[in-house]
Structures are given as structure tokens and as C-alpha cells.
């Protein structure tokens, strides 16, 4: 079955600047999301086909594509974008999450 | 504003069947299809299946193909996700989430469902 990977955890300091990311064969084809889950809380979407903002999100949070690999940025981070982040594709068979990042910021 | 109101928790023993709702408001119901997604402690988030809300076609994960069941009444607005032969494994918090314009865009509170024995 079709999968996306993410590195597990990402750590910075605020102000800085951090990349996650999700490497899925299907992405040159396919769009990637991203959503971010704060503990014990629903997903917020936070990018849309690939690079696209929902209102609302704060111009610090970017995606974008590349081949096999997509790409969440989110520059000059602050303490409460501490959260886990899940990339979500599409396939054939149907949807499919990546396997989340942790990102920590302190 | 849309809502998307899950039905409360469940505790279930194994073998057992759940049926979770989720009552949508805010929108023309039948616009949009409504995807579950279930996390079991922990872990990942993990796509289940969805269901077009206007005529009803639905497409399900082949982890869960055969267990899983997504239906709709469209007269209350509320989606519907049927899972048989309960495992301990199948213990997660379980999501309705709306196919908006052009992404996954509102989600529910979540229902826990707890099988135990």
C-alpha cells in the first residue's frame, strides 16, 4: 500500500526557522496537505494543494513540492506551534497520513 | 459556522460492533463527502474511508475492507461509521472530517471507542 515518511521529530528554537518533511512516490502526481495536531486536539489544516494557505493560518507556515518530496516550512517558529504534523496525499486506493513529525520548540 | 458533532464514547467488548455518528451543520450537507480517520493512542492518524454525502458511493481503506461500513441520512444531516469484529486494536479516537473545496477542512471532536473485555 502506498505510504508517506516523515522524519519523526524536528527541534529548533524560537525564531528559527523549521522544515518538515514527506517523501511519497506519488507526489510528483499528487497534492500534499498538512495538518497539524496540537495534544488532545482535532487537526487544523494549515496547507492545501501543496503550497496553498487556508484563512486564517499565519503567513510563517509554507509548503511547497518538489518531485518525490514535499516540503512544510514554518518561519521564525514560536513555542505554540509545538505540535504534531501529518502530511496527507492521496492514491488509487484513497487517502493516506504520513507518519507525523513532533516538532519541539524551546 | 460548520460543525461537525460527534456522538459520545463507546466501550465495547471484542467481537462487538460500533456505530459512530457525526452531525454536520452549517453547510449544505449533501455538497460535501465526509472522510473518518481514527488515531489509536499515540499513533499516527489513519485514513478509514469516506462516503460522497450526494449519492452516497463510498471508498474504503483495504486495512479495514469488510469492517468498516459508512453511511448517511441525508434528512438529519449526519454521517455514519459502522466497525464490526472488534479488537483490542481497534481502541482509538475516531474522526469525522469534511472534503471541503479543495482539502480535508473541518473535523469533528473525536469519539473514543474503547474495546475491552
Known amino acids: 500500500s502506498y505510504e508517506l515518511t516523515q522524519s519523526p521529530s524536528v527541534s529548533v528554537s524560537p525564531g528559527q526557522t523549521a522544515r518538515i518533511t514527506c517523501s511519497g512516490d506519488a507526489l510528483p502526481k499528487k497534492y500534499a496537505y498538512w495538518y497539524q495536531q496540537k495534544s488532545g486536539q482535532a487537526p487544523v489544516l494549515v496547507i492545501y494543494e501543496d503550497n496553498k494557505r487556508p484563512s486564517g493560518i499565519p503567513e510563517r507556515f509554507s509548503g511547497s513540492s518538489s518531485g518525490t518530496l514535499a516540503t512544510l516550512t514554518i518561519s521564525g517558529a514560536r513555542v505554540e506551534d509545538e505540535a504534531d504534523y501529518y502530511c496527507?496525499?492521496?492514491?488509487?486506493?484513497?487517502?493516506?497520513f504520513g507518519g507525523g513529525t513532533k516538532l519541539t520548540v524551546l | 459556522q460548520v460543525q461537525l458533532v460527534q456522538s459520545g464514547a463507546e466501550e465495547k467488548k471484542p467481537g462487538a460492533s460500533v456505530k459512530v455518528s457525526c452531525k454536520a451543520s452549517?453547510?449544505?450537507?449533501?455538497?460535501?463527502?465526509m472522510h473518518w480517520v481514527r488515531q489509536a493512542p499515540g499513533q499516527r492518524l489513519e485514513w478509514m474511508g469516506w462516503?460522497?454525502?450526494?449519492?452516497?458511493?463510498?471508498k474504503y481503506s483495504q486495512n479495514f475492507q469488510g469492517r468498516v461500513t459508512i453511511t448517511k441520512d441525508t434528512s438529519a444531516s449526519t454521517a455514519y461509521m459502522e466497525l464490526s469484529s472488534l479488537r483490542f486494536e481497534d481502541t482509538a479516537v475516531y474522526y469525522c472530517?469534511?472534503?471541503?473545496?479543495?482539502?480535508?477542512?473541518?473535523w469533528g471532536q473525536g469519539t473514543l471507542v474503547t474495546v475491552s473485555s
Open positions: 462516503i460522497n454525502a450526494g449519492n452516497g458511493k463510498t
Open positions: 472530517a469534511r472534503d471541503g473545496v479543495a482539502a480535508i477542512d473541518y
Open positions: 452549517g453547510y449544505t450537507f449533501s455538497t460535501y463527502a
Open positions: 496527507y496525499s492521496t492514491d488509487i486506493s484513497g487517502g493516506v
